[in-house]
């Protein structure tokens, strides 16, 4: 595998040199932002030289939310981690809803930094691996949806459905085991991996923008259904 680019967007400096030593010390080849306009400035001249992006939630010019929704509007492949204030809870939520991957609340150890990260990147490197790999689909099909699992795609009527990296292992994982009953812990290990530091509730955040992408009426859902005290199931 080649080595990951990391976009590190954070305005204070001592954070920023910390992650960044981090990132090196790992293998990973991180590039360096002090707000949301440069990022983003340095995102649009190099865009396909990024795989994953760190962006802090408080920055000046820009902030992480939006800057979060402008890349992710410019790549639905793109790995994003949020970095939040561990008082402010309403910004992880509101990172997740714009398209961010996972959040990382402050202050974290060097050890939890590489394990979020070292989790998204695998999920990154196997769709980069499958996009140029063989040609030749290998589909699920449930009702009126498609999942090519060699190009990561999900199709509604043949009609693309645009998905982030969690959001597709969440559906194929949904399409795998259709009308059965999945735990958020289950769902937890199997999309961010057995040593996720986090919360259960990613699992409702992404599910909650799964049901915007797949369901025709998001508030009375059909296909993802919510199983009360327990988890998730996906009707075929």
Request: charged residues 30%; hydrophobic residues 35%.
């Amino acid at each position: 595998m080649s080595t990951l680019r990391v976009l590190v967007a954070e305005d204070e400096e001592t954070i920023r040199d910390f992650i960044v030593i981090n990132l090196r010390r790992h293998g990973y080849d991180p590039v360096e932002a002090c707000d949301g306009v440069e990022a983003m400035r340095i995102f649009e001249e190099q865009q396909g030289d990024f795989q994953l992006a760190l962006l802090d939630v408080m920055m000046p010019n820009m902030d992480g939310f939006e800057l979060c929704r402008k890349l992710r509007k410019e790549s639905e492949n793109l790995g994003i981690i949020m970095l939040t204030a561990r008082s402010q809870e309403t910004d992880k939520v509101n990172g997740l809803s714009l398209g961010a991957d996972d959040y990382i609340t402050k202050p974290f150890s060097p050890g939890e930094l590489m394990a979020r990260l070292e989790s998204l990147s695998r999920r990154v490197q196997q769709s980069i691996a499958l996009t140029k790999g063989n040609p030749v689909a290998e589909v699920i099909t449930s009702g009126d949806f498609t999942l090519n699992l060699r190009r990561r795609t999900l199709q509604k009527d043949n009609v693309d459905i645009e998905l982030t990296q969690m959001e597709y292992q969440i559906m194929e994982y949904f399409l795998t085991h259709p009308n059965q009953d999945l735990s958020r812990s289950e769902i937890l290990k199997r999309v961010w991996g057995e040593n996720y530091f986090g919360e259960e509730k990613i699992v409702d955040v992404n599910i909650r923008r799964l049901r915007m992408k797949v369901e025709d009426n998001p508030s009375e859902p059909v296909h993802i259904l919510t199983i009360w005290g327990y988890g998730y199931k996906w009707i075929k």
